[in-house]
């Protein structure tokens, strides 16, 4: 991750450990590109080391992606302009915001939302659902 993440591998306040979390989202098809470099590339045949060479070593923390995702059908008629909130909860409150922006109509009737949220694998259990808030644009 601190290769592909950087700005939140290295910032202490990344998580769930601050008061407001800081949280940031990237696209499907960032995500999908991070997945076949890193995944389907070359790192799936690294050379696996065993536990007597890890003694001591730094302990890396291990990283996950969680996925909010959604299929919405817009009912209005004229085409509006909508911010889209996604809203990942834990503890019975926001955790983050996500914003979109997005034009929505029944001409265009189902409209795929999705974002994905680089977590460390130990904070993962925070987030236990997620949220959509819209609000049209003038």
């Not at 696996?48 to 001591?56: A, D, H, L």
């Amino acid at each position: 991750m601190a290769e592909i993440f950087p700005d939140i591998v290295n910032n202490p306040n990344y998580g769930f450990n601050a008061s407001f979390s800081d949280l940031t989202a990237i696209s499907p098809e960032q995500f999908n590109a991070i997945y076949r470099e890193y995944i389907e590339g070359a790192n799936q045949n690294s050379q696996s080391v065993g536990t007597k060479q890890c003694y001591g070593s730094t302990v890396y923390h291990q990283w996950t992606f969680y996925e909010i995702s959604a299929l919405i059908s817009p009912t209005n008629v004229n085409p509006a302009d909508y911010e889209i909130v996604m809203v990942p909860q834990g503890y019975a409150k926001d955790l983050a915001y996500i914003n979109l922006t997005q034009q929505l109509s029944s001409a265009n009737p189902n409209v795929e939302l999705d974002s994905y949220i680089p977590v460390r694998v130990d904070q993962s259990q925070h987030i236990d659902n997620a949220v959509l808030r819209f609000y049209k644009l003038d």
